[in-house]
């Protein structure tokens, strides 16, 4: 793939957040294209994408509910609650930005509890259930929790949503506008399942480079198509009598194939990766994540990578030498209860753990 060298894609500059789970005055300074965030565990580095991947529709509550952690069974109502910082009385997440056009974004989300009455009926019809006859003839209340819930962008309401202790379904949002595009890739996002591939499939160049990707793990590999049911992608090999699904390959490969669907998804967007380097072997880094800085640069794609992982951390800085001047490295501290952050820029990095021996984490 041809390298892009001299163009910049910092789709945010600067990234300030005052208040998130356990993040308070976390500030994100001359961001570069592309951006390595360390620490220890509990440092903030999850919480710091989750919240930079609500910058693509911030009015929406269903962006809001998809960063919750919800277990199996939790309801939506418990998992905003979680958002919140513990240590304040006054439940709000807000954080601002910079973008490109040195325009400055701030989005602040505030909540509070009320307590409410409500009959079986209401229970049904926000669940999206069918009205049962019975209910016709009205019904006892019933008492439950209601954490309503308004979405500010500067001195202006972007929406405002109720959401019950009882509520299983997400509220319908009308169209809104979009910011930047963000997307956001687990570190287990290759076990669920969900790799889209279709539009590397539908473009000769980027199929070509998925065809190298996929000989890093198993240079036998024919190619990769839909099944005839389009429920499964199936693979091709000289080693096996007939195509097999994707599925039954190691997750090494099934990660690297997920952050290629992302890399594309994101395109004039954000990419956020968390613990980018889960699954995939050390003999495969250096070829896959200077393939992923690459690929973003042609797509117009700004790159926040978490790691606590020296190797992974190792590898972005050397993986590619005409990029070096496009990485920051930023490391999360905790220290008596403020959030500190220390900056490097890549060259910085790898001087301080080549010559001096300093932890990058």
Sequence with gaps: MEKVVGQTYRHI???????????????????????????????????????????????????????????????????????????????????????????YQYTKLSAWVEEVLVSEKDIDEINGHETRDAYKKGADFLEAKCLKLKIEGGSYIFNSYSLFDFQTRVPMVKSLPRWISAVYVAPGAHTDGKILLDEVMESPALYQEMMKILHEFDDSIINITKSGNGAEYMILSCKQPKAIPLSAYGDGMKKALAILAAVVKAKDGILLLDEFETAIHTSAMNHIFSWILQSAQKLNVQVFLSSHSLEAIGKVLRCDSALQDKINLYTLYNKEGKNLVRKMNCAEAIKAQDDWGVELR
């Design 13 to 103: 500059e600067n990234f300030n957040i005052y208040c998130y789970r356990g993040l308070k005055g976390l500030y994100l300074e001359d961001l570069n294209d592309i951006n390595i965030l360390t620490g220890n565990n509990n440092s903030g580095k999850t919480s710091v994408l989750e919240l930079l991947s609500t910058v693509h529709n911030p009015g929406d509550i269903s962006t809001w509910i998809k960063i919750c952690r919800l277990p199996r069974n939790e309801k939506y109502y418990t998992g905003m609650l979680n958002l919140f910082p513990t240590d304040s009385d006054r439940m709000e997440i807000s954080f601002s930005y910079i973008d490109a056009s040195s325009e």
